[in-house]
T-cell receptor
């Protein structure tokens, strides 16, 4: 079992819907991440939060909106998505952010399908 | 940005044999390297990491070797078991930058 918990496990949404993905960790990590992974591809970084502040946005379209309510929680708000946004969305956390060297711990992801 | 790649996209080994998964990286500033295992329907699972001041690190049944001269990383799995079947990603980072994943190698363990 992973120490990073993501909900929901699966999500199907229409292009006009608004939904949110949720992530939680209780390891005391100060950095949290959103990655997007397409089938048979490596994870691609979307956002990095360090000490609850957005530190990296990898030019992600504004239809994806991250939020970090506190050091244990990370949300990804979705609005007006396209079918090509269908993917596995992975949340991760690490003890240190980009300034340090510590492994990322991943959740099992939310499998998103946009219809 | 600079890329991290793998020499072989798929690797098939017999149960009980040793497996070697290779990875090339191009960023000479990379100073931290991680191997992840990803099983179907799950997120990447941390296996082992190594810092650039080391050239070898051992874990339980796994060894990571780092050759900074040729920018090459490898993961050795001893006595490969069916449960080792998964996709393996190498990842590298330089201080101040985010983790960069390689393309992945699919390991298939046959009985």
């Amino acid at each position: 079992d992973t120490e990073v918990t993501q909900t929901p496990k699966h999500l199907v949404m229409g292009m006009t819907n608004k939904k949110s993905l949720k992530c939680e960790q209780h390891m005391g990590h100060r950095a949290m991440y959103w990655y997007k992974q397409k089938a048979k591809k490596p994870p691609e970084l979307m956002f990095v939060y360090s000490y609850e502040k957005l530190s990296i946005n990898e030019s992600v379209p504004s239809r994806f909106s991250p939020e970090c309510p506190n050091s244990s929680l990370l949300n990804l708000h979705l609005h007006a998505l396209q079918p090509e946004d269908s993917a596995l969305y992975l949340c991760a956390s690490s003890q240190e952010s980009t300034g340090g060297n510590s492994p990322l711990h991943f959740g099992n992801g939310t499998r998103l399908t946009v219809t | 940005g600079e890329s991290v790649g793998l020499h072989l996209p798929t690797l098939s080994v017999q149960e009980g044999d040793n497996s070697i998964i290779n990875c090339a990286y191009s960023n000479s500033a990379s100073d931290y390297f991680i191997w992840y295992k990803q099983e179907s329907g799950k997120g990447p699972q941390f296996i082992i990491d190594i810092r650039s001041n080391m050239d070898k690190r051992q874990g339980q049944r796994v060894t990571v070797l780092l050759n900074k001269t040729v920018k090459h990383l490898s993961l050795q799995i001893a006595a490969t078991q069916p449960g080792d079947s998964a996709v393996y990603f190498c990842a590298e980072k330089a201080t101040g930058y985010a983790l960069n994943f390689g393309k992945g190698t699919s390991l298939l363990v046959t009985p």
